[in-house]
């Protein structure tokens, strides 16, 4: 079907949403008179590069004027939020861990009002004790297998399953052969390298100054050392990030021999349920993903150090630590939702996912409880590249979803699942390695090159559809901040229907003979936009049932 490149036409839908028979109160001046984005399918390729400075807040910046695919954040504030306060929203991130000291995040932290802290007691009764900012349901566990390799580890059952999780497991550990190799290769030219400039380790700086005078094999491993610092870091921090990853894969990810738990709870009964411990943050360094997250959300806006929250003033960030570094179990996962939805949070933040599953009823049972609470749910589509939903009909299957099996069927109406988007608009905008489908993912929003927290007080650019979820989570907040009385669902078709609609083809999966229409590649066929779904928030909150 043709859209039209008014992306209002989808508004009169969405008026039916609401649930009030009067209208509701917004903390915001009548937004009426504001004309929202009508369309951005004549806007030109950026040939220019961002600045420094606008590339740390890129997703922050407006479409039409900025020329990037931006979720009018800025734009928003000015001419909307202005100086007007909103309700606090708390948003759980379910995540590694969130770093609470860290001087951009400690003030937007969630505190438990009902708790009082380190007295070693449940006051609040509610069966985690201390839970003062939240709770971490892994205790002290940090590496874990992947669930293929759990279902392997159980031994052979005899079903279909088991014998697709022991051909991904051998395919997985062939595919990290080349990379020990090349991990092999980049150590022995780092240490060639950096023995001729007389360091431990070595920046680009160093690699420049390194003349046509030099040897033939140093001038050799001077050209192969560029991709080790083409990140911006020294040569030796590649070098562990890729060992890392890959012996972590081997040691532990793909290890059927593998014993992470630590907790000492029995993962296949989900009313064991008493288990973790209140220390959020967990490992420092492990909880690098979750307060990258965080800070999308909540660091702390224009205070020069950083980058900027999307919804730093407007929000409490709950940690609740149930995701390894490996895949998440669906216990945590179902107890981390139930968690949050009974301590008051209304959007809750998940990067995280998985291709098998074994006990995925508890986690959309979870799910359709959080919809009774009123919570929404922003998750994270995937960084495989892949289409969920090819045209073939081959199911992929991805988890944690809403969707009943074999079926187009949603349990509930407060799932949200994002792509992620580059800082080019036109046919690179689609990160290469987002995934995509028009039944499983629902908006696109900004993943690549997004500037925010990490531990020991630091930031970093990170990328991924985990960077693009909270940044979607972050608009879904200010949406409830300011419009309290909007439900969870409404929160959701509003932010789907305000989106920016882009009616042009756009490579996906990194493939450039692979191009889709934007508009075919998601539920909505739109990216998020703060600013729009501000101005439709107002107009729903203002209809009668």
Not at 34 to 43: G, H, R, V
Not at 263 to 274: A, L, V
Not at 356 to 370: E, G, L, P
Request: with cysteine; proline share 3%.
């Amino acid at each position: 079907m043709k859209i039209n490149k008014s992306i209002y036409l989808s508004a009169l839908v969405a008026l039916a949403l609401t649930s009030c028979k009067t209208a509701q109160t917004s903390y915001l001046q009548d937004l009426s008179a504001l004309k929202p984005i009508e369309s951005a399918d004549q806007l030109p390729t950026r040939k220019s590069a961002l600045a420094e400075s606008s590339l740390q807040r890129w997703s922050h910046l407006d479409v039409l004027k900025d020329t990037v695919p931006g979720m009018s954040v800025d734009r928003a504030y000015q001419e909307i939020i202005k100086d007007k306060a909103g309700k606090k929203v708390i948003v759980a991130v379910i995540d590694s861990g969130i770093e609470v000291d860290h001087a951009d995040l400690k003030t937007q932290m969630w505190v438990n009002p009902k708790e009082k802290a380190g007295n070693g007691k449940d006051d609040d009764k509610n069966g985690y004790t201390d839970d003062i900012h939240g709770w971490n349901f892994l205790g002290e566990t940090n590496e874990e297998q992947l669930e293929l390799t759990r279902i392997v580890s159980r031994g052979d059952d005899g079903s279909a399953e088991y014998k697709r999780a022991v051909k991904e497991l051998e395919e997985k550990r062939a595919e990290l052969e080349p990379l020990k190799a090349r991990l092999a290769s980049m150590q022995e030219v780092h240490d060639k390298v950096a023995k001729y400039v007389k360091k431990e380790t070595f920046t680009k700086a160093d690699l420049d100054k390194i003349g046509a005078d030099a040897p033939a094999d140093i001038a050799k491993a001077k050209n192969m050392a560029y991709a080790l610092v083409s990140g911006g870091k020294e040569a030796n921090e590649y070098l562990k990030d890729f060992a890392g990853y890959v012996n972590g894969q081997l040691d532990y990810n793909l290890n059927p021999d593998f014993k992470g738990r630590k907790t000492g709870d029995d993962i296949f009964d989900i009313n064991d349920k008493i288990y973790g411990n209140s220390d959020v943050m967990g490992d420092r360094d492990h909880a690098k993903h979750g307060t990258h997250v965080a800070g999308i959300i909540a660091q702390t806006r224009h205070n020069n150090i950083g980058g900027d929250g999307v919804a730093s003033n407007n929000v409490e960030i709950m940690s609740v630590r149930a995701v390894p570094d490996g895949d998440e179990y669906d216990k945590d996962i179902a107890l981390a939702i139930r968690y949050a939805a009974d301590n008051g949070a209304k959007v809750i933040n998940g990067s995280f996912g998985k291709y098998f599953a074994q006990n995925s009823q508890w986690v959309m049972d979870a799910i359709k409880y959080a919809e009774k609470k009123d919570v929404l749910i922003v998750v994270a589509a995937g960084n495989d590249a892949m289409d969920l939903n090819p045209a073939t009909g081959e199911e992929i299957k991805r988890y944690p979803n809403d969707r009943i099996e074999g079926t187009k069927t949603e349990i509930a109406d407060n799932f949200l699942v994002v792509g992620a988007l580059n800082p080019s608009f036109g046919e690179k905008m689609v990160a290469n390695f987002s995934n995509f489908g028009n039944v499983d993912v629902d908006v696109f929003a900004p993943g690549v090159k997004i500037y925010a927290t990490v531990p020991h007080g630091k930031y970093e650019y990170l990328q991924g559809t985990s960077m693009a979820s909270p940044n979607t989570a972050g608009v879904a907040a200010m949406i409830r901040s300011y419009y309290p009385k909007l439900k969870a669902a409404q929160v959701k078709k509003i932010m789907m229907d305000s989106g920016v609609a882009v009616n042009k083809q756009v490579i996906v999966s990194g493939d450039k003979d692979d191009k889709r229409n934007f508009k075919d590649i998601s539920t909505s066929g739109k990216f998020v936009n703060l600013y729009n779904a501000l101005i439709m928030a107002d107009k729903v909150s203002k209809e009668k049932k």
